[in-house]
């Protein structure tokens, strides 16, 4: 199985600071790599697709990057709303598997 | 507007079965793959596996593999997961997804989730 591991496991940040959160793959997998946020007592919310590509409807403050092992999620500038937990998922082979989530908490 | 509306919580004892259903409205059903993914409490994700909806043709973990069932019924657009020999280890909220594409499982909409408990 591709392990996912993402760092930090946890970061703390005000609003305003731009955020980075990394996601690292045991193996390549080209740009098979998507991102989500969930919130407490909800379902994850789809950010980023094949590394890269915004969602519709999902803020342009979000951006995604990498290819092969690394990867990268980036909030340019921390709003209230994006206090969360993130997860990448790897979809280049089966079993799909997920990181295991940074919690992005408010300083 | 797309929506995945699944089946409420459950009470199952150690070594029973549960079969979810996970309702899909407001696009073609046929058209997009359903996948299970179940999260524990306080814990990260785990995918189960994917259904095709038009053909049946299924893909499971293989953690999962002889324990796990997707099916579905394309007349009342739902999918359904059943998952046997329950532990408490299966103790989750349990969440259908539809994929938008079958290459990169980008997981769109999601229903609600479903916590199913497993105690004596």
């Known amino acids: 199985d591709i392990q996912m591991t993402q760092s930090p496991s946890s970061l703390s940040a005000s609003v305003g600071d731009r955020v980075t959160i990394t996601c690292r793959a045991s193996?390549?997998?080209?740009?098979?790599l998507n991102w989500y946020q969930q919130t407490p007592g909800k379902a994850p919310k789809l950010l980023i697709s094949?590394?890269?590509n915004l969602q519709s409807g999902v803020p342009s403050r979000f951006s995604g990057s990498g290819s092969g092992t690394d990867f990268t999620l980036s909030i340019s500038s921390l709003q209230p709303e994006d206090f969360a937990t993130y997860y990448c998922?790897?979809?280049?082979?089966?079993?799909?598997?997920f990181g295991g989530g940074t919690k992005v908490e408010i300083k | 507007q797309v929506q995945l509306v699944q089946s409420g919580a459950e009470l199952k004892q150690p070594g029973a079965s549960v079969k979810l259903s996970c309702k899909a409205s407001?696009?073609?059903?046929?058209?997009?793959?359903i996948n299970w993914v179940r999260q524990a409490s306080g814990q990260g994700l785990e995918w189960l596996g994917w259904m095709n909806p038009n053909t049946g043709r299924t893909g499971y973990a293989h953690k999962f593999q002889g324990r796990v069932t997707m099916t579905r019924n394309t007349s009342i657009t739902t999918a359904y997961m059943e998952l046997s020999s329950l532990t408490s280890d299966d103790t989750a909220v349990y969440y259908c997804a539809r994929a938008i594409t079958s290459w990169f499982r980008d997981f769109d909409s999601w229903g609600q989730g479903a916590l199913i408990t497993v105690s004596s």
């Open positions: 094949a590394s890269v």
């Open positions: 998922q790897q979809s280049f082979a089966t079993p799909l598997t």
């Open positions: 193996q390549s997998i080209a740009t098979y």
């Open positions: 407001g696009y073609t059903f046929s058209n997009y793959d």
